[in-house]
């Protein structure tokens, strides 16, 4: 089926380092975030905060990983965890 091979629902989002978002991010799958945010991403799979990342906001995700600079409270229903590169 032709719309099935070209449907992207479901798939992984990642954002680069080089986009700054103002407002919420929320998404049934899995995020890979590596900019500067000014708000709050919601995920129903895992969060994963890059090395580059600034975000000011809460993280609400199934597992969240931070590697670089989170202001503001995580919530996970699976686990959290903080890098050495995170904060």
């Avoid at 919420?24 to 991403?41: K, L, P, R």
């Avoid at 905060?49 to 919530?75: C, S």
Wanted: aromatic letters at 2%; hydrophobic letters at 35%.
């Amino acid at each position: 089926n032709l719309s099935d091979a070209l449907s992207v629902a479901g798939s992984d989002t990642i954002i680069g380092s080089d986009v700054h978002v103002k407002g919420h991010i929320m998404t049934d799958s899995d995020i890979s975030f590596d900019g500067h945010m000014e708000g709050d991403i919601t995920s129903q799979g895992n969060i994963s905060v890059g090395v580059n990342a600034q975000v000011k906001g809460n993280l609400k995700g199934f597992n969240v990983v931070v590697a670089g600079q989170v202001h503001g409270n995580i919530t996970a229903s699976g686990e959290a965890s903080v890098l050495s590169t995170g904060n």
